[in-house]
């Protein structure tokens, strides 16, 4: 057992830095040390020397950063770039109904087998709630707004300026928070949907290669999964 005399005397702190925070709002986010969703508090820091404890002049600000409610780690703002698993579902969703929808305005609405084939991909996404008629009724309106069901040749203009529009405004926010793997898998979920009914007709392969663009895959990697899909038995 130590002695009294041989143990060291314990120094107070006469001056240093300490920061006090101020809560200048809150929400959900994606907590990166969590690895889920969890509420969060942005903080603003103002520096102040202290000596004895006792703040007496400023240091100037620091911050903002986002504290996590659950863990109490603090991270830049950018980390409420990334979205909660929620949203990210959200804009999934969206994502494969917008590709549906266009590969669906590319290459009509005639085929039950190509309607069967895009409700199935629609509830697979998550809209359990999706019809055909749904789809039929949606379709028919972007046709008109876009000039597809107007067109005698509709591969003139197989990706009109308003559905490239539409792809990438739903496509793009997505593809940073996607694996390779995810954006190939929508895309490939778009190349279904065309198959359904025969070989991609050009209206149908031009619109593939705007929701490749998108979805930030490289041209040559479009053109080979798409070629790679219709090669395979459905």
């Not at 969703?93 to 039950?112: D, I, K, N, P, Q």
């Not at 009109?160 to 926010?173: C, N, Q, T």
Request: hydrophobic share 40%; glycine share 10%.
């Amino acid at each position: 057992m130590r002695s009294a005399k041989g143990q060291r005397a314990l120094r107070p702190v006469l001056c240093g830095i300490r920061t006090v925070w101020d809560a200048v709002g809150d929400g959900a986010f994606f907590c990166p040390g969590c690895g889920g969703d969890r509420n969060y508090r942005r903080l603003t820091g103002r520096r102040r020397l202290t000596v004895l404890g006792i703040p007496l002049a400023g240091r100037g600000e620091t911050g903002p950063v986002v504290e996590c409610a659950a863990c109490r780690s603090r991270f830049a703002p950018d980390a409420l770039d990334h979205p909660t698993t929620t949203q990210f579902s959200s804009m999934l969703r969206e994502a494969v109904h917008t590709v549906t929808l266009a590969v669906l305005a590319a290459g009509g609405t005639t085929s039950r087998t190509v309607l069967d084939t895009a409700v199935g991909v629609v509830r697979d996404a998550g809209l359990d709630d999706c019809t055909q008629e749904q789809l039929y009724t949606v379709v028919e309106v972007l046709a008109a707004d876009t000039g597809y069901g107007g067109r005698s040749d509709p591969a003139a203009d197989a990706c009109g300026a308003a559905l490239a529009i539409e792809l990438h405004e739903v496509l793009d926010p997505l593809a940073p928070h996607l694996a390779t793997a995810g954006r190939e898998s929508v895309l490939l979920q778009g190349a279904r949907i065309a198959l359904a009914d025969g070989p991609y007709s050009p209206a149908e392969r031009e619109v593939l290669t705007t929701v490749g663009g998108a979805l930030k895959l490289p041209a040559d990697d479009t053109a080979r999964l798409l070629a790679a899909a219709a090669r395979t038995p459905s």
